[in-house]
């Protein structure tokens, strides 16, 4: 018996051994990962700041304006008070005489020999540009170059030395939760620093350019222009924008990505001016809809509404196309792809990949230069023949008319406008709901011309035969197009 226990004991031994022994490793793991991350994590931001604070700069800029050439905003004009206090202004104050007015802003220096970043509202309209560096010294700057688009400037100050400078970094790295450091001039309190993290990235605002990084470091009136940094005491930001209801820092700032910023800031080094690549099309999103009634299989790319004279037309782009690749990347929406058109060097020739009538076709266009195209409009499609009398047809909550010329008066439509005048939209109707109005004009259906009640009827039975649920249409409004997709149900 003694033996047959000894045994037994021998045979379940190594199990409890080894576990113990994993257990002990997992343990072990377990604090050196805790003793990493307490060394990733600074005790204090102290020796970043004391390095970067040299190259951040406060901004002064001084504007002489015009004064108030009467009471207007005090008094209605012709009140029987109007002489009284244009008399008052004249006894006590400029009156119409020119005054001077100060803004302030942050910016940072990006080279040694006085290159400065900052905000484009910064330095708008400026007459003077003053800056001062975080040791006392002051220079007056000189404007070389701004980008709206971007609210980006580039300023040149002339020193009798090397000046301390901040690299770039790679916003494309950065990640949501990582940490940064905001510096610049807020509310004019002088030189500060404020932390925080990466709240979110590729946010939109307003702009066509926009890539904001998201943060809840301290961003206040006075910030614009300054550097939002990582903590290898790179720029990945500037800080341009907040969200508040009431001016002041709330934990929402918007700093431009440094990706955006480095090929701006290149630009206006080199020409003084941006020079972006240009498709020439008119583009807007594919929906899921749309997807389906084109036989799209992925809900991705840039449909184009319209090309007008320009890179695209030249390249065989046609109204209806979908880009789904440019230059050889993927493109999930409109957003993306005039970011990668304008990134692009003007007189490039680039690949592009569109889904036609079910099928890819390939193009190389070759970029032109988007500043000098500003205001391109579409070509004249040549006149259509003009039918005798107007016909009209009630389909899919929409009261359709033949364009006649009467009718292109009281639209505003050029003279030689094709297409099917929208005479009455049923308010009930999926049409209303997806925004068509009386006024529209409809001038593709199922991605082919309609100029005729018939025509437009043929490509309802053709989309139907086709086993497609819905009907494509290319509706103008004021000229502008877009698509909209109906289902063949209504």
Known sequence: MQRQAIAVSRQMSPAPFVRALWLGALGLAFVLVQALMAQARPESLAPLAETISPSVVNITTSTVVEGRTGPQGIVPEGSPFEDFFREFQDRNGPGDRPRRSSALGSGFVISEDGFIVTNNHVIDGADEINIEFFNGDELTAELVGTDPNTDIALLKVEADGPLPFVPFGNSDEARVGDWVVAMGNPLGQGFSVSAGIVSARNRALSGTYDDYIQTDAAINRGNSGGPLFNMDGQVIGVNTAILSPNGGSIG???????????RVVDQLQEFGETRRGWLGVRIQDVTDD???AIGLETVAGALVTSVPEGPALEAGMQDGDVILSFAGVDVEDTRGLVRQVGNSPVGETVRVVVFREGETVTLRVTLGRREEAEGAVPAAAPAP?????????????????????????????DADQEGLAVVEVDETSEAYEKGLRAGDIITEAGQQKVNSIGEFETRLEEVGEAGRKSLLLLVRRAGDPRFVALSLAE
């Open 290 to 292: 749309i997807a389906e």
């Open 385 to 413: 023949d003009e039918p005798a009398e107007a016909e009209t047809k009630d389909v899919l909550g929409l009261t359709l008319s033949t364009l006649t010329d009467e009718l292109r008066e009281q639209l505003g439509a």
């Open 252 to 262: 929402i700032g918007f700093s431009m990505a440094s990706n955006v910023v480095t």
